[in-house]
């Protein structure tokens, strides 16, 4: 399959799996944490989805759309690992991360850091979604919505 | 519509016109140029879908993945408007464009060189395709496969 191909589902089932929670999530208290601003289209689906509610996103640097870009105070630049460890405790109803790589071993390195900062962010009942797996004690794998085939795109709850 | 939305469709409609064009230029003679190679996605298509077929990729600077970079002598670093006007009758089967910037201001001037620049890099019949609309004399706008909307994404033909 190409890159192109793998990427189009990709993203189809990021956006399906984030419609899908956005229902829970929307009858919970707490902040979005969005790990990985990027280009910002995701955060921008999320602003819509979840109106009013508090988003924070990090990224390494700035590179969204000028009309993806959080307003001061819930954008937070550097290495997530280290900036968003300060976030630990904030009871998020839900955690987005879309910081896969597409090289192996660097996404393996993540996966060492990444499932526990997920975990400390969340609310117990709080929402994971990944890209990457998140093997973790306290995050429980949930089913995908129908439309998305398995290990595409991950969910978790924080138990 | 959020722009997550917006981008899986356009991302869908690229893939869906080159899958549409690539049986056509798959007969006919001629280097394939690729106008932004970006992450390189839409190149490791294109190279799959077009085996053995020379594919001249340009961008401002290199931000491909590993798997998705040209060999030498088919990767032009630099402004295309520049670097591309030096393969002009090149005689390409098909040139595809995917360099708008979301800005419209900024795409507004784009539009200004790139049809020009795309008609003197094809040969009669080659096929252009692109995220902006290409209004040019000697290309003659074509109308997408059945699965993408009108002006979502475009082709033509070079008369
Ligand atoms: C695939 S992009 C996210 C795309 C985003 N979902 C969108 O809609 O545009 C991943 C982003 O995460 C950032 N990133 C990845 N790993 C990071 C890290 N360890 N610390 C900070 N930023 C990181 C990259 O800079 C990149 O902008
Ligand atoms: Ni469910
Ligand atoms: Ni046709």
Chains 1, 2 share one sequence.
Not at 40 to 51: I, M, N, V, W, Y
Not at 116 to 141: E, F, K, M, Y
Request: one cysteine or more; charged letters at 25%; a neutral charge.
């Amino acid at each position: 399959m190409s890159r192109l191909d793998s990427f189009i589902r990709r993203m189809t089932a990021q956006r399906d799996i984030l419609d899908h929670v956005c229902a829970e999530v929307a009858k919970m208290e707490g902040p979005v944490v969005e790990l990985g601003l990027g280009n910002g289209r995701t955060f921008h689906h999320l602003r819509e989805r979840l109106p009013g509610r508090r988003i924070v996103a990090f990224d390494r640097a700035l590179a969204a759309h000028a009309s993806s870009i959080p307003e001061a105070g819930n954008l937070v630049l550097g290495e997530i690992r280290e900036t968003a460890s300060r976030f630990i405790g904030i009871d998020a109803a839900l955690v987005h991360a879309d910081i896969g790589t597409g090289y192996e071993d660097r996404d393996a390195v993540t996966s060492t850091w990444l499932p526990d900062l997920i975990a400390r962010l969340l609310r117990v009942g709080g929402i994971a979604v990944s890209g990457t797996p998140l093997d973790h004690p306290q995050l429980q794998r949930l089913a995908p919505p129908p439309s998305v085939p398995a290990d595409r795109y991950f969910i978790s709850r924080r138990v």
